[in-house]
């Protein structure tokens, strides 16, 4: 067994507020056998059971001598497999991978198109937050590596995000991952490629070359895990740079299918503050805006950071709309509705969409080519938007999928 | 004597006592079955005589009080919860009692609560016996672990209500510490710098102990208006400087919810009611005090007021939410039980549609009829249920007494019960085998609500029916657990002993349950 510098190490969390989490503490030693010491939350229900999953974990990586301390609040298994895991690996170098079995129906793929109107960022480092994140519908979630896991997190947190992409079921969201900044956030690959993510965030993007150089490693670990489902790329643009860039990136590679702005930075970067009219990144937004649908992908708008104030979330989310954004990211579940109320058509657009159908219906069934409302012409994209309109609030329970025949 | 004796196995298939702390018990025969016959208990005739002309009942301090009440050994001590966590009466009342060397006292709260874990020492010492009401926090776990020299005994607010009236518990000396009050006895909470709202806890009492003293710090003039202890009932009047700690008295479960996690329950809920077509105009509801039932209520008057209707009543818990819908009128009735928050106060004082009501007028069971069943819908928590939809409120699932039954099991009398819980709470499932402690029969527990999905009884294929359709996750109960069990694993079983530490009784006086003794 080859070791590292490092002769004890802590993972996990513990402390005022921390639930469903462990802290590990785990030392190795010369002799004495494994020593392990479980202090649990719900030592009534599962102290044997996590007793077992510790011991065949520790066996697993041929640890025979160690002292093993558990401050648990209430963690399930994959969180506590992570956290043993991770704290290993700060001892020991090893390959091997100890991972709980993938849900059957974490096995899912999504399309280029897509609703994205909500992500839900989640830390990648607390696990409380991720056990009942899909149980909120948000569009996708994701589980954050990048600035909400404080850098000596880094480490734990990417098996973590493992583990959780694996054993955590986010019902039918989207997995998404925000990895690193790159080149680090290559290394992030190797945990989430190989798990089912659907899309990845790449955040401070700059230069469609970054782009490249994660799709090739993306490439590479598809072909070594033997992966033919797609995984998308959301790049976010938080820097002036970016959004002088934003078409390039935009256009950069075929797997990319929506492209977010990050405020907070891109502020930080031009000197000046965030306000909630946000003039100051009107321009930055517009051009990102219009990179996106140049490229045909989605413009992603950035989160709404008060979460108390959900009828300034509503200014927002009408304000992004019509810029032109087709989301934003939330920060908080209760985000999630009123950014799906909001960005989805509202009732003049759904009756307006309406009436374009129904002239189209009728001009086709009349064998008209020209499809006409009053007197006015009606051109294919308005068909096609109004039609994209209909499924959008069909969709989203807006408008009963039989509308045709409730008129 | 035994703490109890002569065990049967009840109609839910419990093991009970059938004699508790000497008392001969009836064990539970299923709901609605159990029938008492005989008359009330009545007190001892008073004569005005033995009381003074001018009406002027008063004494200098609570221990003259007690001794002139006769306070000796063995004797049975009533108190309430209008103060809830700010209450500082009931520790004096024994603080007095060991002072003077008295014993095996019990102590008959209509509910306890964690400031008054203190009185520990008193049931360490003997001062106090054992304790027939609800065992909270420290003093249930004090209970759990078989420490009491007599038998727990814990009932709801009606039944409470029905073992005073029906002469099975006899209050010798009934404290009801008042926040307003003359000095022939005519007591208020709704006013004066301790008010509660209501004293409804304390009717009982009033009306079938043997003695009753009222304490307040705040005497006035004769009258006391409004009287909602009557001053005819009460032998002496105790002035004392504070009569309970205000700030204390207002409870913290009475805020709404911030957890997106119990706002969605609270939404799935209400969606749940409105689907099934319990909310209409005229409709009546109870929600209970906790942030999840509270928020209901909003969203409750977000539908009415959306569609232009309103609700007949509502049973409190009154706190400031409905008192705003009924300040905007969304709401015609609040029929008061209990007061949560100084928004109820000063709405019990203020406006014609916030009445006051007892234990007697909700949920005495062995009354001609109560407004317990007559509610359209009551959200209520729970601590486990099981996949036969008994429902558990006392225990946590590792069998320490934590909770008191409060009025929980009158409650689940309405049309239509429905608890919304999450599947599990810090990895412990909450969907069961068996709940460790029957409280609740599946038979009146209709649907539980899951933030993973919702599981209808199958006794109510009204409801099944209407629900056929919905768009919300409709699930099985079993299907419920198994999802818990997936994320959770399966819990292991707590090692409880035989032997028993407390019984549950059901609300017509039966024991439904035993509580056993924690092993440490």
């Known amino acids: 067994m080859e070791f590292n510098a490092v002769k004890i190490a802590n993972t996990g969390n513990k402390g005022k507020g921390i639930r469903s989490d462990c802290f590990v503490t785990l030392e190795l030693t010369d002799a004495g056998g494994l020593q392990i010491e479980i202090q649990s939350k719900v030592a009534v229900f599962f102290g044997d059971a996590i007793k077992k999953l510790t011991s065949s974990i520790l066996e697993f990586f041929g640890i025979q001598n160690a002292k093993l301390l558990i401050e648990d609040t209430g963690a399930i298994d994959c969180v506590i497999m992570a956290r043993i895991e991770a704290a290993i690996k700060m001892l020991i170098k090893t390959d091997k991978e100890y991972l709980p079995a993938m849900y059957a129906e974490n096995i899912y793929s999504t399309t280029k198109e897509k609703n994205r109107f909500s992500r839900l960022y989640l830390p990648g480092n607390s696990p409380s937050l991720m056990l009942n994140a899909g149980i909120h519908k948000p569009n996708g979630i994701i589980l954050d590596l990048e600035d909400a896991v404080a850098v000596d997190k880094k480490f734990e947190a990417r098996f973590l995000v493992r583990n959780a992409l694996r054993a955590i079921d986010f019902y039918g969201a989207e997995r998404m991952v925000r990895i690193n900044q790159i080149p680090k956030g290559l290394e992030d690959l190797d945990y989430i490629v190989p798990n089912n993510v659907n899309l990845i965030l790449v955040p401070k993007c700059e230069e469609a070359e970054q782009i490249h150089t994660l799709n090739n490693r993306i490439d590479e670990l598809k072909k070594q895990n033997n992966i033919s489902s797609e995984i998308w790329l959301m790049p976010i643009i938080e820097s002036a740079k970016g959004v002088m860039n934003a078409y390039q990136i935009a256009l950069s590679a075929s797997n990319i299918v929506a492209m977010a702005i990050g405020l907070e930075d891109y502020t930080a970067d031009l000197g000046c503050k965030r306000t909630n009219e946000a003039s100051e990144s009107f321009f930055a937004r517009s051009v990102l805006v219009n990179a996106c649908r140049a490229a045909g992908i989605q413009p992603i708008d950035s989160v709404f950071s008060d979460i108390a104030d959900m009828e300034a979330l509503k200014e927002n989310v009408l304000k992004s709309k019509a810029l032109g954004f087709d989301g934003m990211g939330c920060i908080h579940p209760r985000q999630i509705k009123v950014i799906h109320e909001f960005f989805a058509p509202d009732i003049t657009e759904i009756e307006k969409a309406k009436r374009i159908v129904l002239a189209f219906d009728e001009a086709t069934a009349m064998g008209l080519g020209v499809v006409s409302l009053g007197t006015k012409m009606i051109d294919p994209p308005v068909v096609k938007r109004a039609v994209k309109t209909i499924d959008l609030a069909i969709n989203m329970g807006k408008l009963h999928k039989d509308w045709r025949n409730e008129i | ?520």
């Open chain 2, 1 to 520: 004597m035994k703490k109890y004796d002569k065990l049967v196995r009840n109609a839910a298939g419990r093991i009970v006592p059938t004699e508790v702390n000497g008392v001969s018990q009836q064990p539970y025969m299923g709901v609605g079955k159990y029938k008492a016959v005989g008359r009330k208990y009545a007190p001892l005739i008073a004569s005005c005589s033995d009381y003074p002309d001018d009406g002027n009942k008063t004494l200098p301090t609570l221990k003259d009080a007690l001794i002139k009440s006769g306070l000796r050994d063995g004797m049975v001590i009533s108190t309430h919860h209008h103060f809830r966590n700010g209450d500082i009466i009931a520790i004096q009342i024994f603080d007095i009692a060991s002072e003077m060397g008295i014993k095996n006292l019990v102590w008959v709260p209509s509910a306890s609560f964690e400031c008054q874990s203190v009185l520990i020492k008193y049931l360490e010492d003997g001062t106090i016996h054992h304790i027939e009401g609800s065992m909270n926090g420290a003093l249930g776990r004090f209970t759990s672990e078989g420490k009491m020299n007599g038998l727990g005994v814990l009932r709801s607010h009606g039944g409470r209500y029905q073992s005073i009236q029906d002469g099975e518990v006899v209050i010798d000396i009934a404290v009801i510490a008042a926040p307003t009050a003359d000095a022939f006895g005519n007591a208020t909470g709704d006013r004066g710098s301790a008010a509660c709202g209501l004293l409804g806890f304390a009717l009982a009492d009033s009306q079938y102990a043997n003695k009753v003293i009222v304490v307040t710090d705040n005497l006035v003039p004769f009258p006391c208006i409004p009287w909602q202890i009557q001053g005819n009932y009460v032998d002496h009047v105790v002035v004392v400087d504070k009569v309970g700690i205000p700030e204390k008295i207002v409870s913290g479960t009475t805020e709404v919810t911030k957890s997106p996690d119990r706002l969605l329950l609270a939404e799935m809920t209400a969606q749940f009611c409105d689907e099934a077509g319990i909310i209409r105009d005229g409709f009546s509801f109870q929600a209970g005090a906790g942030g999840t039932a509270l928020s209901i209520g909003i969203y409750f008057a977000e539908i009415l007021r959306e569609r232009g209707m309103k609700a007949r009543w509502a049973r409190g818990g009154s706190n400031k939410y409905l008192v705003n819908m009924l300040e905007e009128g969304l709401l015609e009735y609040i029929l008061d039980g209990q007061t949560f928050d100084l928004e109820g106060v000063r709405s019990m004082r203020e406006n014609e549609g916030h009445v006051n009501s007892s234990p007697f007028t909700s949920y005495n069971y062995h009354g001609k009829g109560n407004f317990s069943s007559m509610v359209d819908v009551v959200i209520l928590g729970a601590t486990e249920i099981d996949v036969n939809f008994n429902g558990n409120v006392v225990t946590h699932s590792d069998g320490y007494l934590l909770h008191g039954i409060g009025g929980w099991q009158n409650c689940l009398h309405a049309k239509c019960t429905i608890i919304p819980i999450p599947l599990f709470r810090d990895r412990i499932p909450v969907i069961v085998d068996e709940v460790t402690t029957l409280c609740g029969p599946g038979d009146l527990i209709d649907v539980i609500v899951t933030e993973r999905g919702i599981a209808i009884n199958p006794k109510r294929t009204d409801l099944i029916e209407k629900m056929k359709n919905s768009d919300l996750p409709i699930k099985t109960i079993e299907e419920l657990k198994a999802e818990g069990e997936r994320i959770c694993g399966k819990a292991a079983k707590p090692k409880l002993s035989d032997e028993i530490v407390a019984i549950v009784k059901w609300v017509d006086g039966t024991v439904l349950d035993a509580i056993r003794k924690v092993e440490k």
